[in-house]
Nanobody, 124 residues
Framework: QVQLVESGGGLVQAGGSLRLSCAAS??????????MGWFRQAPGKEREFVAR????????VYTDSVKGRFTISRDNAANTVYLQMNSLKPEDTAVYYC???????????????WGQGTQVTVSS
């Protein structure tokens, strides 16, 4: 069984920062060969892609609305992926989910494993 557990969400004022973490676990599961991603879902909206990082951190991809403000990173030894969110805006309010998939599937937008999500609320 693979588990992804997000943490670090909360309430922050506009312009503030939060750092989300996603810890992966499983009997023999290691993220070291997996692409990892962050997604978000705002109330009444569909889940949307936020950022993706390949297995060795050589490649990162961001949705346009977070470029320059969010940074995705990973620590394979700790089996953890992070999302540093700076200059937060009210429109960033959403439940944030991490996802994992074998690298090639992640590139194709096909995700095998999902976390339960962590709420991020940005007040104006």
């Amino acid at each position: 069984q693979v588990q992804l557990v997000e943490s670090g969400g909360g309430l922050v004022q506009a312009g503030g920062s939060l750092r989300l973490s996603c810890a992966a676990s499983g009997r023999t599961f290691s993220i070291s060969t997996y692409g990892m991603g962050w997604f978000r879902q705002a109330p009444g909206k569909e889940r949307e892609f936020v950022a993706r990082i390949n297995w060795n951190s050589a490649s990162t991809v961001y949705t346009d609305s977070v470029k320059g403000r969010f940074t995705i990173s990973r620590d394979n030894a700790a089996n953890t992926v992070y999302l540093q969110m700076n200059s937060l805006k009210p429109e960033d309010t959403a439940v944030y989910y991490c996802a994992a998939s074998p690298n090639i599937k992640a590139v194709l937008g096909r995700w095998d494993y999902w976390g339960q999500g962590t709420q991020v609320t940005v007040s104006s």
